[in-house]
């Protein structure tokens, strides 16, 4: 009978810990309601929307297209890219939209695909400054990613990055 009051005390015991620890986590997830969105982050410094395509872009984009007609498979891509946007290593175009935003074509659709990127530099020579990056498939370009590198404050900041694009 001990035994069977014991087992029953320790799994009374982790369930009310189970219930502690998950009712706090779901009070420290909610939005404190002190701190608009504004103040977080004010409407002018809005960084999360791309640059609208550019004719040179468009012409890039298709030209890159119609030179590939062939579907393929799989493709996995690798671009480095050097903060001043110029390609170093791989394949892809880069174009140079503003501090910190570039779009990177292929002559292939990546709509589908995996995007991942991480700030890098394009020798060995040091450990890359530190920073945040962002990848996303660029709008109205079948063939190309939007990728935005930012300082470690969150500002806007030009750095070089390495790509990783994989398509099945």
């Known amino acids: 009978m001990t035994t ?44 999360d929307s791309q640059p609208p395509v550019t004719a040179e872009s468009a012409r890039k984009a298709r030209a890159a297209l119609k030179a590939n007609a062939t579907t393929l498979a799989a493709s996995t891509a690798i671009t480095v890219v050097n903060a001043n946007g110029t390609r170093s290593r791989g394949v892809g175009t880069v174009i140079k939209y503003g501090v910190g935003q570039y779009e990177v074509q292929y002559a292939y659709n990546v709509t589908g695909g995996v ?25 109205s370009t079948p063939n190309a990613v939007f990728v935005q590198t930012r300082n ?10 390495h790509l990783v694009v994989h398509t099945s």
């Not at 009070?27 to 504004?38: L, M």
């Not at 995007?115 to 709008?139: F, K, Q």
């Open 4 to 47: 069977s009051f014991r087992r029953k005390a320790a799994a009374a015991t982790f369930a009310a810990l189970a219930l502690t620890l998950a009712g706090g986590g779901i009070a420290v997830a909610q939005p404190s309601a002190k701190a608009p969105q504004e103040t977080v982050q004010p409407a002018a410094r809005r960084t």
């Open 115 to 139: 995007y991942v990127a991480t700030i890098g530099r394009a020798d060995a020579c040091c450990i890359p400054a530190p920073g945040e990056i962002s990848v996303a498939r660029r709008l």
């Open 152 to 161: 470690s404050a969150g500002a806007p900041a030009d750095l070089g990055f």
